[in-house]
């Protein structure tokens, strides 16, 4: 079962909320991230809008969030274009092609013309400050975002934005160095009085302990005075990490070729691909009756009365070592090797920490595994199942 906390989602977008009064900019939180929707009442208030990656998660933004819908994508089509015009309060480029196959369709929209609707190109600053390259929207022959080189003597009538989104699980630091490459690249256009807004995009780790947000509050009013605009940020990371967690019960344990094995009823391809595709090693607890307490170092961000828990160590340490697994075909449906107090037995359960974000939104029915139910935890504690999956949407999703 994914368990989302609604206390832990209210945490960090209060420190959101309290981010963009000091900046005097707007933020929104990126669906592609987090789009249980849900349990958007909760935190609506705290927030500007969405961003969107497309027709649908605007759509969801619209009907379930309300506030701004800031959407990009790499390409529309023609049906695309016509339905976010009717709704989406800014539609951002990532070619010069695709704006001026639908600069006439949009600009002669009323929604254009009567100020509702905002049009932007994603530009690419050129200025990798990642680590990981499926992660660098500035490497190499990216496709995403459009070049300076390319911008010379390109009509830019019609729009009134620039948006880049170049970071990814990053501190205020590498914002800094940015936005010194899209000033040298992209501050003329900026400064002239056209350029209403810069959207800087996501990976703004906003609310982890140790982020500089003195400093992403100094960029901001920065970006504000000198070019005399509105300032967007759109984290998904950041708004939903550590709100959620993916409890697991173990249904088999066995011994193969030297390995302890646990099979468990979640799979890391189906439930948590990250772990394979980023990869990532996530934290893993052990929950026990609270009668038999266990020294506890850290907590997952969902809590149940009547249980403890603890923290799998890695193998090097002393204890039963245990290799998680889904319970998929596919031979890496691993999520890795972990070291317990005790050896696991079915009927055990784990809980998967920090799973809200990026997990919730790429799961799958692959193999016809079952889909874990979704439930939110209330401030009070009380637990409320929103969504439980039945072999009827397996079968439906394909036909
Ligand atoms: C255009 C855009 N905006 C915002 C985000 C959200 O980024 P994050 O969840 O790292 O804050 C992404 C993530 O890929 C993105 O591509």
Known sequence: MFVISIAALKRNTAILRDVKEAAGCHIVIALKGFS?????????????????????????????????????????????????????????????????????????????????LHCGLRINPQHSTGHTPIYDPCAPGSRLGITADQLENADLSGLSGLHFHTLCEQDSDDLESTLHAVDEKFGHLLRSP???????????????????RARLIRLVRQA????????????????????????????????????????????????????????????????????SPIPNPKSPAVTFPGESYHLATDPSSPGSTVRLAGPTCLAGDVIGDYTFPRPLVPGDTLVFDDMAHYTMVKTTTFNGVKHPPIAIQHEDGTLETIREFTYQDFRDRLA
Not at 195 to 208: C, E, R, S, V
Request: charged share 20%; proline share 5%.
């Open 224 to 291: 504000r005075e000198n070019y005399q605009l509105d300032v967007w940020l759109e984290p998904g990371e950041a708004t939903a990490i550590h709100t959620g967690v993916l409890r697991a019960t173990v249904i088999d344990t066995f011994e193969s070729a030297g390995h302890h094995h646990a099979i468990l009823d979640v799979s890391a391809t189906a439930h948590m691909p990250d772990i394979l595709e980023m990869p990532y090693r996530p934290d893993v607890f052990l929950a026990e009756p609270l009668e």
């Open 194 to 212: 056209q350029f209403t807004y810069l959207n800087m995009g996501g990976g703004h780790w906003i609310t982890k302990p140790d982020y500089d």
């Open 36 to 116: 249980c929707w849900k349990t958007f009442t909760h935190i609506r208030d705290h927030l500007d809008g969405c961003c969107a990656s497309g027709l649908w998660e605007a759509r969801l933004a619209n009907d379930h969030f309300g506030k701004s819908v800031i959407t990009y994508s790499p390409a529309y089509d023609e049906s695309d274009i016509a339905a976010l015009c009717e709704f989406t309060t800014h539609l951002d480029f990532n070619s010069l092609t695709q704006w001026s196959r639908f600069r006439e369709t949009i600009t002669t929209h009323p929604r254009f013309q009567n100020g509702e």
